[in-house]
Structures are given as structure tokens and as C-alpha cells.
């Protein structure tokens, strides 16, 4: 199957789950002559159709990266910050993501670990100090 | 910094030692038995919304005043209007005594409809009100109606001949307004025209331009234009005569319609919050109640005078929340999840 | 008008008071780094920065000047990274990713850096010499656009959509939809249900811009740049040409018509910055078609839309001052801060406290020559932005997206929910699939349902009244003139 076609197979049955969705909705009162289905059915719908122009095969295939194994290290490495942040607190947990950023940018270890420990002292000072965004503090602050 | 810091500490303890002296707060004295620690306001909002404003002028007027020492941070929690902060409470912070968390009438009506997953007002422990906007009920200057007995008459005879707009979804504590008029009217409020607008700002703009009769707004986002006499004011859903510019308009309830609007802002804590906590964070919002620097702070947050703390709060916000149950049963509002 | 220069006049008096004009300053330097940090908006800083106007005690024309400055300096910002690194900072900055990061591709983003402060300064200054002289009378017009008025506008935006894409039309619309779509997560304001929340609280109250925006432009960015060896050519950007007087004169015909666009659009309270840099920039690409190269690197298509940002921004100020009505939450934080200082905000602000308001005006004059002034120089510094090394750039810039979105929110969700828009931003930009769009949907669709039935609420469901007025009519014809004209154009050329 053709990228493109992939494409086309998502859209629809995109369309399909949101035009599901939007139909069993109980809406208790109709307070408005549109309701709240109309207008997302119709969008879905219209999303659908340009999903299904794209079943046509044409269109490039999916290009496959020269690196294959580094974009789901990042997005492994974003998700395991996203549930550590809280854990760890910000100061941690953002010096290893941006470590482990750097270093699947090709950073030589010691290179990676100063852009870590900078970046996320920096942007510690910039939101939970001058921003006053507090920010998690994690087991440094216990 | 920290000499600055620990001198504004110094005169606040004295000043705490002179309110307990005179004893003029009966808690002052149990409250000493607990000292926050990085205490925290939660907004359950984005920095700049409504109860964003709540956390961080009032705990900058509590910082102000001496009432708490300890410097009181604002945390942003946005996320279903509330129910992600309700939830985080009391997933993650049951017992935990310095956690202070914003709260208003839209809160309760969120309870209410069960909108706030398996939490509702008997998972907080109420603190106390910091003070309250009132419902008013506008209409264009130039309008048919001249007071509340005429569209209650018109609203009876057809609820959908008036349109009406304000800033909230059907449900919102600005449809209540909306809602309950009609309902006073002998109207069924499922049946009456209410059009959602995107903030009181756009629903001024669409009465102004004609596009709806009625606006069920709050009175300080309408002054200036009662002020500049753009529109009429029907009614001030308060059970007295508001203050100030508005202390000509007439209460619904001189007009012979039981309603009231009043929309109360003020804190809850977790709900195993420590008793010495609870009575901390009670009595430092009675203190700062009559801190005669609290009223130009409070009315510069939009809010008039409502004083209501402890147990007293604990109970209207329960009666409140059971009353908004019974209006969203009524007219089939409450969700599935409940 | 002789009144209004002399009430000019005492609106300078008051904003060239030392203390004023570095408050103007200070203004303006937030203002451009809020533009430039992801998930810290203006109407985030302004609320910020309210608690300590008033710890310092600030006079109420001096904090209005301040935060306004904060306000209008941000649509300064929000193109530096739009530009530099094809992430736009906020909603009106997408469209300047079109042109404006193919030209820092080709070593020209100091010169699309520069033609777009040019055109900030533009815009904002001519809106505020309209507002100066005009601002009652058209705010009183501004009213009077009807639901179904918006109704016609939005779908004239939307309609443009097809023009934004560049490649395949299937593919745009599907994006827009795409968009229109996640507008509709939350609770619906029609009926209070919940639409496509799948029962998560944190989905409540709807998906968050900066959010859609961070995942798919920057996270999205940012992986597939790691799938590629690192590009020695990273280097070279920034040393291109510099900004020539000859395209400036070449784009500003662009900026006099998004200005027009910009400011008209503005003073409607229910319309935005958004609506117009999006009508600016594909009324430029239209008007151009045969002359232009726009999505390529076109000047003009960087010129457009941020000058159309800055004239609504400056715009949305209208309604505000002259009515009290705000037409975005930042103009209502603006406005809630007039209140803190017990100044009634509304019509009589101008003969009640001619100081604040006229001092504001005023200011606005001073603090886009400042802005600019700021900027120009500030080009070359942020240019070199793209010399830094990828692996000390991209950490940095995926560490401030996630600390921005968090410290505005407090979520873990939030994070994964970027994370997840950032694998599709990725896996759509291999196939070609436009991402402006989605964003586009996403900023209008809400707009559109919500008029739209707003509309039929008020006319009790006749779809007549969609038409009922001659700016909707001719609204409507310029969307279908709109749809239409691919077709046409591809006949006329086969």
C-alpha cells in the first residue's frame, strides 16, 4: 500500500469514527435548530470524501529516513520526560531529556551533557523565577 | 530582598500578637499551632483567567497585609474549568496543609451537573468567600422592556420570542441567570432562545448591535456601559441594592421575583486538610476580610463585599450545589458520568 | 478633528514622561520575547505582570502603557521563530511560516526577519492613526456585523484554504478539516455535551493551541531533522543578502492592503488576528499569482500577514477603548486591569480619563518606533540563531516548548497530547500533507460553528438569514469567486 493511500485510509476511517461520535451524543435539550451534530458530521464527512480522493494511488511512497531508529528514540525519550517530569522534578528531568536530545543530534557526550545541564538551569531561572511559573520541584525539593 | 522579606515578616508578627491580645478572632489563637510551608494557591485556570486573578491578588494582599508570612505562590491548573484541580487534590494531596485552591459559583454548577467526575462539594474542605459579583439583567438602551415584569410577561407568553446571549454554554452559570428568570416566568428554560457568546465582551457587542434583547451579564463587566447609559439595567440579581452606580437599579426581588445571582469566589482545601491548617487558612481569610486595606483591593477585582467563611461557606456552597442538582435534573443537564 | 490633535497632544505629554517611555520600553522587550517564548502568550504575560503594576504602585495610564506595549510587542515576537525555525510562536504566525522559512532556508531569514518588523511597524502605525481619528464611529459600525455576518466572513477565510496548501487540494481540505475537527473537543456551548472528549476531564474545555501548534511544528520539526545526518549547511544560513530598499518598496503595496485587511478585521470583537493574517496572505498570493513565489519565498508572503497582525492587533484595541467591549481574553485582561484601577472602562473613558486613554494612543506611536528600532538591529543577533550548532539548538528549543506548555498548565497530558500531535505533524509532513491548514481549521472552525449557529438560534433555524445583509451577500459571492477560482484559472490555462 502507497503512502498516499495510507493517508486516505486514516482520513476515512477518521471521518467515519467522528461521525459516529457526534451521532450518539445525548444531547439533552435542543437549545439550538443546528444541535450540536450537524456541523462536525458534515466537516467529517467532507474530510471523508478528500480521504477517499486520496485512495487513488499516486502520490510518493512513505520515504524512509536515513535513520531509522532516531525518531522513535525521540519520541521514546519525550514520553519518558512527560511522565517523569513530575517524578523527577523539572531540573532532572530536563537535563536528561536534553542530553538525550543532543546526543541524538550527534552530540559528543561531554558536549551533551553541558547543553543539558545549561538549557534546563536557564529555563529553570526563566519560568519558576522571573515568570513566577512555579515549576515541579520533584525529590530535590523534598 | 531578604532583609525586605523578614521585616514585613517582623511587623506582621507583631501585628498577629496585637489581634490575639485584643482577641477580636476567636481562631487567632489555634491558628498559631500551624505556620505554612511554601504554601500554594492552585488557579484551576491559565495565567489570565478569572480564577488566576483570584489566587494572585489575593494571596498578594494576604503577603501585603502580614496575615500569612510566607510567601504564597500562584499555580496555574487549567483543565475542565476545575475538574482537573479537584481531581489532583484528591488524587494527590488528600492531607496536605498548604495547598489553597480557587473556587466560584461556576465551580458548584459544575458539581452540580457532575461535570467534575466522582467529586463534588463534599470532597473540599470550604474556607471562605473572598467576596462576590451579582447577575444583572441588561438591555439596550432604546429597548421595549423598561423593567423586569415586562420581559417576565413576554417570556411567559413565548420564552422563544426573546433572544437572550451572555457569555457561557447552555448549562454555564451564565445560562443559570438566563434560566432561572424563565423559570420564575412560568417558562420551561429548555424552551427559551439562549445564544452562547465567546466572553461577556462579544455578548455586550451583539446586544449593543441588536442582535440579542437580553444580556444576563455580571455587574462589573456591564458598569461602564450602564454608566455611559448604553443600556438599561432590568434588574441586579443581589438580595440588596448594590453599591456605587448601581444603587439605582432595582433587585429582582423588589420587582417580586425570587432570584438571586450572586457569584461568589473563594478557596476550598483538600478535604483531609489537618484541622490547625483549615483553621489557619479560615481565620487568615476573616483577617484579611477586615484588613481595612481588603475592600479597594477587592472591589479592584470586580468583587463586592460577601463575607462568608468556615462552616457558614461549607453550607451555602452545599445548599447552592444541591440547588443547581435539582434546576440541571429539571431540565436534563446533568451528564452521564455522575 | 482639531480636538483630537489636541487631545493628541496631551496624550503625548503624557507618554513622553521619562517614566512612561521605559515603561514603553521594558513593554516592548517583553512583549518581544513572549512573542518568541512557546506557550506564553501575551494575555499570560500581561496577567503576570498585573500584581506587580500594582505592588509598584504604578499610575493606571503608566501600567496601561506598560502591559499594552507587552501586548502590541508581541506580534513583534511571534515571527522569529515562525521564520528561523518554521514554528510558529502563535495563532497569526503560522501563515508567516509559508514564506518566511523557505527564505532562511535559502539564507535570507535576516532580510525576512527585517521586511517583517518593516511591516509590523507599518501596520501597527497606520492602525493607530486610525484609531486615533476614527475609533467611535467604527466601533459603533463594528457592532452592527451580525453573527450570520461572521458566518460569511469566516467561510471567505476558510474558503482560501485550498490556496495555503500548495500541493494537493484533497490533501489542504483534509488538513482544514482535520482542524475544524479538533476545534470541536470539549464542551459544546450549544447544548453543554461533551464532543470527542472520549471521557477525559483534561479534554474538557477543548484542545489547547499552543499544544496542536508546539506538537506539530515544532516536535514534528524536530523529528524529522533527527532522521536526516546533520546538515552541514546549517552553517551557511544567515549570511545571505540583507534586506534591499528595492523589496521593500516591492512590498509595500502587500502592506498597505494587509493593513486595510488587518485593522478592518481587528475592530470586529469577534474576529482576530488569525482571520486576518490569513485573508491578507492569500489575498496577496492571489493578486500575484502570476508574479509570485509564494510558499517558495516570496517577500511579500512574509510582509502580509505579520502586518496584518500587528494592524488587528492594534485593531482589536478599538472596541476596547471605545466601547469596553474586548474582543479577545487579552483585551479582556487589558480591560480587567482598567478596573483595577477603578477607571470604568466603556464609552466615557475618553472624556473621564482622557490622560489614560489618550496617554495610551500616544504611546502606541512611541512604542512601535521603538519596536522597530529594537528589532532591526536585533535581526542579524537572531539570524544567527541558525548558526548554532543542531545539538545545542534543538535541545534548547524542545526543553523551552515543554517547559512553556507546562508551566501554563500543570499537565503531563498536555505533554503526551504534543508528543502525540508532534508524531502526526512528523508522519504528515512525509506525506505532503499542508499542516497550515489544520491550524487554520482549528483557530476558525469553533469560530464558524458557533456563529453559524448562533445564527440560525436567532433567525429560529431559516438559513435565509445567512444572506440577509449586503456585507454577508458580498461575502458570499467573494467565497464562492474564491472556490471557484482554481477551476477557472486551470481552464484558462489548459
Same mark, same amino acid.
Given at each position: =500500500?502507497?503512502?498516499?493511500?495510507?493517508?486516505?485510509?486514516?482520513?476515512?476511517?477518521?471521518?467515519?469514527?467522528?461521525?459516529?461520535?457526534?451521532?450518539?451524543?445525548?444531547?439533552?435539550?435542543?437549545?439550538?435548530?443546528?444541535?450540536?451534530?450537524?456541523?462536525?458530521?458534515?466537516?467529517?464527512?467532507?474530510?471523508?470524501?478528500?480521504?477517499?480522493?486520496?485512495?487513488?494511488?499516486?502520490?510518493?511512497?512513505?520515504?524512509?529516513?536515513?535513520?531509522?531508529?532516531?525518531?522513535?528514540?525521540?519520541?521514546?525519550?519525550?514520553?519518558?520526560?512527560?511522565?517523569?517530569?513530575?517524578?523527577?522534578?523539572?531540573?532532572?528531568?530536563?537535563?536528561?531529556?536534553?542530553?538525550?536530545?543532543?546526543?541524538?543530534?550527534?552530540?559528543?557526550?561531554?558536549?551533551?551533557?553541558g547543553?543539558?545541564?545549561?538549557?534546563?538551569?536557564?529555563?529553570?531561572?526563566?519560568?519558576?523565577?522571573?515568570?513566577d511559573?512555579?515549576?515541579?520541584?520533584?525529590?530535590?525539593?523534598? | 530582598?531578604?532583609?525586605?522579606?523578614?521585616?514585613?515578616?517582623?511587623?506582621?508578627?507583631?501585628?498577629?500578637?496585637?489581634?490575639?491580645?485584643?482577641?477580636?478572632?476567636?481562631?487567632?489563637?489555634?491558628?498559631?499551632?500551624?505556620?505554612?510551608? *511554601?504554601?500554594?494557591?492552585?488557579?484551576?485556570?491559565?495565567?489570565?483567567?478569572?480564577?488566576?486573578l483570584?489566587?494572585?491578588?489575593?494571596?498578594?494582599?494576604?503577603?501585603e497585609?502580614?496575615?500569612?508570612?510566607?510567601?504564597?505562590?500562584?499555580?496555574?491548573?487549567?483543565?475542565?474549568?476545575?475538574?482537573?484541580? #479537584?481531581?489532583?487534590?484528591?488524587?494527590?494531596?488528600?492531607?496536605?496543609?498548604?495547598?489553597?485552591?480557587?473556587?466560584?459559583?461556576?465551580?458548584?454548577?459544575?458539581?452540580?451537573?457532575?461535570?467534575?467526575?466522582?467529586?463534588?462539594?463534599?470532597?473540599?474542605?470550604?474556607?471562605?468567600?473572598?467576596?462576590?459579583?451579582?447577575?444583572?439583567?441588561?438591555?439596550?438602551?432604546?429597548?421595549?422592556?423598561?423593567?423586569?415584569?415586562?420581559? =417576565?410577561?413576554?417570556?411567559?407568553?413565548?420564552p422563544?420570542?426573546?433572544?437572550?446571549?451572555?457569555?457561557?454554554?447552555?448549562?454555564?452559570?451564565?445560562?443559570?441567570?438566563?434560566?432561572?428568570?424563565?423559570?420564575?416566568?412560568?417558562?420551561?428554560?429548555?424552551? =427559551?432562545?439562549?445564544?452562547?457568546?465567546?466572553?461577556?465582551?462579544?455578548?455586550?457587542?451583539?446586544?449593543?448591535?441588536?442582535?440579542?434583547?437580553?444580556?444576563?451579564?455580571?455587574?462589573?463587566?456591564?458598569?461602564?456601559?450602564?454608566?455611559?447609559?448604553?443600556?438599561r439595567?432590568?434588574?441586579?440579581?443581589?438580595?440588596?441594592?448594590?453599591?456605587?452606580?448601581?444603587?439605582?437599579?432595582?433587585?429582582?426581588?423588589?420587582?417580586?421575583?425570587?432570584?438571586?445571582?450572586?457569584?461568589v469566589?473563594?478557596?476550598?482545601?483538600?478535604?483531609?486538610?489537618?484541622?490547625?491548617?483549615?483553621?489557619?487558612?479560615?481565620?487568615?481569610?476573616?483577617?484579611?476580610?477586615?484588613?481595612?486595606?481588603?475592600?479597594?483591593?477587592?472591589?479592584a477585582?470586580?468583587?463586592?463585599?460577601?463575607?462568608?467563611?468556615?462552616?457558614?461557606?461549607?453550607?451555602?456552597?452545599?445548599r447552592?450545589?444541591?440547588?443547581?442538582?435539582?434546576?440541571?435534573?429539571?431540565?436534563?443537564?446533568v451528564?452521564?458520568?455522575? | 478633528?482639531?480636538?483630537?490633535?489636541?487631545?493628541?497632544?496631551?496624550?503625548?505629554?503624557?507618554?513622553?514622561?521619562?517614566? *512612561?517611555?521605559?515603561?514603553?520600553?521594558?513593554?516592548?522587550i517583553?512583549?518581544?520575547?513572549?512573542?518568541?517564548?512557546?506557550?506564553?502568550?501575551?494575555?499570560?504575560?500581561?496577567?503576570?505582570?498585573?500584581?506587580?503594576?500594582?505592588?509598584?504602585?504604578?499610575?493606571?495610564?503608566?501600567?496601561?502603557?506598560?502591559?499594552?506595549?507587552?501586548?502590541?510587542?508581541?506580534?513583534?515576537?511571534?515571527?522569529?521563530?515562525?521564520?528561523?525555525?518554521?514554528?510558529?510562536?502563535?495563532?497569526?504566525?503560522?501563515?508567516?511560516?509559508?514564506?518566511?522559512?523557505p527564505l532562511?532556508?535559502?539564507?535570507?531569514?535576516?532580510?525576512?526577519?527585517?521586511?517583517?518588523?518593516?511591516?509590523?511597524?507599518?501596520?501597527?502605525?497606520?492602525?493607530?492613526?486610525?484609531?486615533?481619528?476614527?475609533?467611535?464611529?467604527?466601533?459603533?459600525?463594528?457592532?452592527?456585523?451580525?453573527?450570520?455576518?461572521?458566518?460569511?466572513?469566516?467561510?471567505?477565510?476558510?474558503?482560501?484554504?485550498?490556496? /495555503?496548501?500548495?500541493?494537493?487540494?484533497?490533501?489542504?481540505?483534509?488538513?482544514?478539516?482535520?482542524?475544524?475537527?479538533?476545534?470541536?473537543?470539549?464542551?459544546?456551548?450549544?447544548?453543554?455535551?461533551?464532543?470527542?472528549?472520549?471521557g477525559?476531564?483534561?479534554l474538557?474545555?477543548?484542545?489547547?493551541?499552543?499544544?496542536?501548534?508546539?506538537?506539530?511544528?515544532?516536535?514534528?520539526?524536530?523529528?524529522?531533522?533527527?532522521?536526516?545526518?546533520?546538515?552541514?549547511?546549517?552553517?551557511?544560513?544567515?549570511?545571505g543578502?540583507?534586506?534591499?530598499?528595492?523589496?521593500?518598496?516591492?512590498?509595500?503595496?502587500?502592506?498597505?492592503?494587509?493593513?486595510?485587511?488587518?485593522?478592518?478585521?481587528? /475592530?470586529?470583537?469577534?474576529?482576530?488576528?488569525s482571520?486576518?493574517?490569513?485573508?491578507?496572505?492569500?489575498?496577496?498570493?492571489?493578486?500575484?499569482?502570476?508574479?509570485?513565489?509564494?510558499?517558495?519565498?516570496?517577500?511579500?508572503?512574509?510582509?502580509?500577514?505579520?502586518?496584518?497582525d500587528n494592524?488587528?492587533?492594534?485593531? *482589536?484595541?478599538?472596541?476596547?477603548?471605545?466601547?469596553?467591549?474586548?474582543?479577545?481574553?487579552?483585551?479582556?485582561?487589558?480591560?480587567?486591569?482598567?478596573?483595577?484601577?477603578?477607571?470604568?472602562?466603556?464609552?466615557?473613558?475618553?472624556?473621564?480619563?482622557?490622560?489614560?486613554?489618550?496617554?495610551?494612543?500616544?504611546?502606541?506611536? #512611541?512604542?512601535?518606533?521603538?519596536?522597530?528600532?529594537?528589532?532591526?538591529?536585533l535581526?542579524?543577533?537572531?539570524?544567527?540563531?541558525?548558526?548554532?550548532?543542531?545539538?545545542?539548538?534543538?535541545?534548547?528549543?524542545?526543553?523551552?516548548?515543554?517547559?512553556?506548555?507546562?508551566?501554563?498548565?500543570?499537565?503531563?497530558?498536555?505533554?503526551?497530547?504534543?508528543?502525540?500531535?508532534?508524531?502526526?505533524?512528523?508522519?504528515?509532513?512525509?506525506?505532503? /500533507?499542508?499542516? /497550515?491548514?489544520?491550524?487554520?481549521?482549528?483557530?476558525?472552525?469553533?469560530?464558524?460553528?458557533?456563529?453559524?449557529?448562533?445564527a440560525?438560534?436567532?433567525?429560529?433555524?431559516?438559513?435565509?438569514?445567512?444572506?440577509?445583509?449586503?456585507?454577508?451577500?458580498?461575502?458570499?459571492?467573494?467565497?464562492?469567486?474564491?472556490?471557484?477560482?482554481?477551476?477557472?484559472?486551470?481552464?484558462?490555462?489548459?
Amino acid at each position: =500500500m502507497t503512502a498516499g493511500r495510507l493517508l486516505g485510509v486514516f482520513l476515512v476511517a477518521l471521518a467515519a469514527l467522528a461521525i459516529w461520535s457526534a451521532q450518539s451524543l445525548e444531547v439533552p435539550f435542543a437549545a439550538d435548530p443546528l444541535g450540536p451534530r450537524a456541523f462536525p458530521s458534515t466537516v467529517a464527512l467532507l474530510m471523508g470524501l478528500c480521504g477517499a480522493l486520496l485512495l487513488v494511488p499516486r502520490g510518493p511512497a512513505f520515504e524512509m529516513p536515513e535513520r531509522k531508529a532516531a525518531p522513535p528514540l525521540l519520541v521514546l525519550v519525550m514520553a519518558a520526560y512527560a511522565l517523569l517530569l513530575v517524578p523527577l522534578g523539572f531540573l532532572v528531568a530536563t537535563a536528561l531529556l536534553a542530553i538525550g536530545v543532543a546526543l541524538l543530534f550527534g552530540a559528543r557526550p561531554l558536549a551533551a551533557i553541558g547543553t543539558g545541564l545549561i538549557t534546563s538551569a536557564v529555563l529553570w531561572a526563566l519560568f519558576d523565577r522571573v515568570l513566577d511559573l512555579p515549576l515541579p520541584k520533584g525529590f530535590l525539593g523534598a | 530582598m531578604n532583609s525586605l522579606r523578614g521585616r514585613t515578616g517582623e511587623t506582621s508578627m507583631q501585628r498577629r500578637a496585637l489581634l490575639a491580645a485584643t482577641a477580636l478572632m476567636p481562631f487567632a489563637a489555634r491558628a498559631q499551632g500551624f505556620t505554612p510551608q *511554601n504554601p500554594e494557591c492552585i488557579a484551576p485556570a491559565a495565567p489570565g483567567g478569572g480564577f488566576d486573578l483570584t489566587c494572585r491578588l489575593t494571596t498578594r494582599m494576604l503577603n501585603e497585609t502580614g496575615i500569612v508570612t510566607q510567601p504564597i505562590r500562584t499555580q496555574n491548573m487549567p483543565g475542565g474549568i476545575g475538574a482537573v484541580a #479537584i481531581n489532583h487534590i484528591n488524587a494527590q494531596r488528600r492531607t496536605d496543609a498548604n495547598v489553597i485552591v480557587a473556587v466560584s459559583t461556576g465551580s458548584w454548577v459544575n458539581m452540580a451537573q457532575g461535570r467534575f467526575g466522582r467529586f463534588a462539594e463534599n470532597d473540599v474542605r470550604w474556607i471562605g468567600a473572598i467576596g462576590a459579583d451579582y447577575g444583572v439583567i441588561a438591555v439596550r438602551r432604546d429597548s421595549r422592556f423598561t423593567n423586569l415584569g415586562e420581559l =417576565m410577561a413576554a417570556l411567559r407568553a413565548d420564552p422563544a420570542s426573546v433572544p437572550m446571549g451572555a457569555g457561557g454554554a447552555v448549562g454555564s452559570q451564565d445560562w443559570h441567570k438566563a434560566a432561572l428568570i424563565a423559570r420564575a416566568a412560568g417558562a420551561d428554560p429548555r424552551r =427559551m432562545r439562549y445564544v452562547p457568546f465567546e466572553g461577556g465582551g462579544q455578548s455586550m457587542a451583539a446586544l449593543l448591535g441588536g442582535h440579542i434583547q437580553v444580556f444576563p451579564g455580571d455587574a462589573s463587566e456591564v458598569r461602564g456601559q450602564f454608566e455611559a447609559g448604553e443600556i438599561r439595567l432590568l434588574a441586579v440579581l443581589s438580595a440588596q441594592r448594590l453599591p456605587g452606580a448601581l444603587a439605582q437599579v432595582p433587585t429582582a426581588r423588589e420587582q417580586g421575583v425570587e432570584v438571586d445571582w450572586p457569584i461568589v469566589r473563594g478557596f476550598y482545601g483538600p478535604p483531609q486538610m489537618p484541622d490547625a491548617a483549615y483553621n489557619f487558612w479560615v481565620d487568615a481569610i476573616r483577617r484579611l476580610q477586615a484588613n481595612p486595606a481588603w475592600p479597594e483591593a477587592r472591589s479592584a477585582q470586580g468583587l463586592f463585599e460577601f463575607n462568608l467563611v468556615g462552616a457558614e461557606y461549607a453550607e451555602l456552597a452545599k445548599r447552592r450545589t444541591a440547588e443547581f442538582r435539582q434546576l440541571a435534573r429539571e431540565v436534563g443537564l446533568v451528564t452521564q458520568t455522575q | 478633528m482639531m480636538e483630537t490633535f489636541a487631545a493628541l497632544g496631551g496624550g503625548f505629554a503624557v507618554a513622553l514622561q521619562p517614566t *512612561n517611555l521605559f515603561l514603553a520600553l521594558i513593554g516592548c522587550i517583553i512583549g518581544t520575547a513572549i512573542g518568541v517564548l512557546p506557550g506564553i502568550g501575551p494575555l499570560n504575560a500581561i496577567a503576570l505582570l498585573l500584581p506587580f503594576c500594582l505592588a509598584l504602585k504604578l499610575p493606571p495610564e503608566s501600567a496601561l502603557i506598560l502591559l499594552a506595549a507587552v501586548y502590541y510587542g508581541s506580534g513583534y515576537g511571534g515571527r522569529i521563530t515562525a521564520i528561523l525555525l518554521n514554528m510558529p510562536g502563535e495563532p497569526s504566525a503560522v501563515l508567516t511560516t509559508l514564506d518566511g522559512h523557505p527564505l532562511a532556508k535559502q539564507g535570507r531569514g535576516g532580510a525576512a526577519l527585517a521586511i517583517s518588523g518593516i511591516g509590523s511597524f507599518v501596520g501597527a502605525t497606520i492602525a493607530v492613526v486610525l484609531m486615533s481619528f476614527l475609533s467611535v464611529p467604527l466601533a459603533r459600525v463594528a457592532v452592527a456585523f451580525s453573527p450570520a455576518d461572521y458566518v460569511a466572513l469566516i467561510a471567505f477565510a476558510l474558503s482560501l484554504l485550498g490556496a /495555503v496548501g500548495g500541493g494537493s487540494a484533497p490533501k489542504a481540505w483534509a488538513a482544514g478539516c482535520l482542524g475544524i475537527l479538533l476545534a470541536m473537543v470539549g464542551i459544546d456551548s450549544g447544548t453543554g455535551v461533551e464532543r470527542y472528549t472520549a471521557g477525559s476531564m483534561e479534554l474538557l474545555g477543548g484542545l489547547d493551541f499552543t499544544v496542536l501548534a508546539i506538537g506539530l511544528f515544532a516536535i514534528g520539526e524536530i523529528l524529522l531533522l533527527i532522521e536526516t545526518r546533520i546538515r552541514a549547511e546549517a552553517a551557511k544560513l544567515g549570511h545571505g543578502q540583507r534586506l534591499t530598499f528595492g523589496e521593500i518598496l516591492f512590498c509595500l503595496p502587500a502592506m498597505f492592503r494587509a493593513t486595510g485587511i488587518g485593522f478592518v478585521i481587528g /475592530v470586529l470583537p469577534g474576529a482576530g488576528a488569525s482571520v486576518a493574517s490569513a485573508l491578507s496572505y492569500t489575498a496577496e498570493k492571489r493578486l500575484n499569482e502570476n508574479t509570485g513565489k509564494f510558499g517558495q519565498g516570496d517577500m511579500r508572503g512574509v510582509a502580509a500577514p505579520e502586518t496584518a497582525d500587528n494592524a488587528a492587533q492594534i485593531g *482589536n484595541l478599538v472596541p476596547m477603548l471605545s466601547l469596553g467591549i474586548p474582543g479577545s481574553g487579552t483585551t479582556a485582561v487589558l480591560l480587567g486591569a482598567l478596573l483595577m484601577y477603578n477607571i470604568t472602562p466603556g464609552p466615557l473613558l475618553f472624556e473621564q480619563k482622557p490622560d489614560v486613554a489618550w496617554g495610551l494612543i500616544a504611546s502606541m506611536y #512611541i512604542g512601535n518606533c521603538m519596536l522597530l528600532l529594537l528589532n532591526l538591529p536585533l535581526v542579524g543577533i537572531f539570524a544567527r540563531l541558525l548558526t548554532v550548532p543542531a545539538w545545542v539548538l534543538y535541545p534548547g528549543v524542545l526543553a523551552l516548548s515543554f517547559a512553556g506548555v507546562y508551566a501554563a498548565s500543570n499537565s503531563a497530558f498536555d505533554l503526551l497530547l504534543a508528543i502525540g500531535f508532534g508524531i502526526m505533524g512528523w508522519a504528515f509532513r512525509k506525506l505532503d /500533507v499542508p499542516l /497550515v491548514p489544520i491550524i487554520l481549521g482549528f483557530v476558525l472552525g469553533r469560530m464558524l460553528e458557533d456563529n453559524l449557529r448562533r445564527a440560525m438560534s436567532l433567525s429560529d433555524g431559516d438559513v435565509m438569514a445567512l444572506v440577509a445583509s449586503p456585507v454577508s451577500i458580498a461575502l458570499w459571492v467573494m467565497t464562492l469567486g474564491a472556490l471557484l477560482w482554481p477551476l477557472l484559472a486551470r481552464r484558462r490555462a489548459a
